[in-house]
């Protein structure tokens, strides 16, 4: 599998956990349902095995590999965004199995920081393919209790995606 598709379904990843401030399209409910909607803009990737050493770009994963970015948000989609962003996101997933090269198990865990609040998710997904669905799990702050999915879907030949996000909390 190539560095590049492997980069790209966790840059997908942390589109998990996307959440913006006023900026962001948003639509809000007495229960407190959100959807907003974000450009993710990849500032930085790795590629490692456990003891920390870089990973060749066209190599297969192992177990205990891992893969980390770095992301700046948006408000918006790729073709309509702000000009600053409104949230920063890290995200990293460990490979915990290589079934085939289509199927790799991986234990993901993202956050994002917007004021003094985070948005988390923590959960199991096939890094081989492009996370296009991934869980809200949690938050701090006023993101506390959130529960609810990012959709995501890649940008062009880049580590770049649009995000919908929808939770309650």
Not at 58 to 86: C, E, L, M, W
Not at 152 to 163: P, Q
């Amino acid at each position: 599998m190539r560095r590049h598709r492997l980069l790209a379904a966790v840059l997908t990843a942390a589109a998990l956990a996307a959440i913006g401030t006023g900026a962001a399209t948003s639509s809000a409910s007495p229960s407190h349902k959100t959807t907003l909607k974000y450009y993710f803009k990849s500032i930085g990737e790795e590629f490692k095995s456990p003891s920390g050493a870089n990973v060749s770009g066209n190599a297969a994963p192992a177990v205990g590999d891992y893969f980390s970015q770095s992301i700046d948000a948006y408000s918006g989609t790729s073709k309509h965004h702000a000009r600053r962003q409104s949230a920063s996101a890290a995200i990293t997933c460990v490979v915990i199995d290589v079934v085939s090269s289509s199927d790799i198990p991986g234990l993901c865990q993202g956050e994002i920081a917007i004021g003094g609040s985070l948005l988390l998710s923590t959960s199991e997904q096939n890094i081989a393919n492009n996370l296009s669905n991934v869980p809200i799990t949690g938050g701090t702050g006023i993101y506390k209790h959130a529960k609810g999915t990012v959709k995501t879907k890649g940008v062009g030949k880049t580590n770049n995606s649009n995000a919908v996000i929808t939770f309650t909390r």
